[in-house]
Nanobody
Framework: QVQLVESGGGLVQAGGSLRLSCAAS????????MGWFRQAPGKGREFVAY???????YYADSVKGRFTISRDNAKNTVYLQMDSLKREDTAVYYC??????????????????WGQGTQVTVSS
C-alpha cells in the first residue's frame, strides 16, 4: 500500500520561506508524476505544482516564480520550496501521486494517492 506523508508546514511571516517534504513508502515513485495541491479555509482544493519522473515541472500561475518543486528519487521524496510567501498562501498543503499515463496533471482526478496534508500559515 502506498503512503504519502507530508512534513515541514508551520507558521511563517509574509515574505518568509518554508520547505515542505513528501515522503512516499510502499512503492518506488521515481517514474510517476508527483504533485502538490492546497486547500484554503472555505475554498476548494487547488493545484500548486507537479513534477514528472524525468524532472520537468509545471506550476500554477499564482505560485510561479516563488515556489519550486523538486524530487529526490533516491529518497522517494518530493519537495516544495516556498519563497516570498504571502498571506493568501495560507492553506493545508497536500502531496499526491499520479500513476496515470497521461494528464493533464493539474486536475485532482489525475491523482490516485494523497497525503494527509500539512498546514501552512502565513501571517502579516
Amino acid at each position: 500500500q502506498v503512503q504519502l506523508v507530508e512534513s515541514g508546514g508551520g507558521l511563517v511571516q509574509a515574505g518568509g520561506s518554508l520547505r515542505l517534504s513528501c515522503a512516499a513508502s510502499g512503492l518506488p515513485c521515481s517514474t510517476y508524476v508527483m504533485g502538490w495541491f492546497r486547500q484554503a479555509p472555505g475554498k476548494g482544493r487547488e493545484f500548486v505544482a507537479y513534477v514528472r519522473g524525468g524532472g520537468s515541472t509545471y506550476y500554477a500561475d499564482s505560485v510561479k516564480g516563488r515556489f519550486t518543486i523538486s524530487r529526490d528519487n533516491a529518497k522517494n521524496t518530493v519537495y516544495l520550496q516556498m519563497d516570498s510567501l504571502k498571506r493568501e498562501d495560507t492553506a493545508v498543503y497536500y502531496c499526491a501521486l499520479s500513476r496515470a499515463k497521461s494528464g493533464p496533471y493539474y486536475f485532482m482526478s489525475a491523482y490516485d494517492t494523497w497525503g494527509q496534508g500539512t498546514q501552512v500559515t502565513v501571517s502579516s
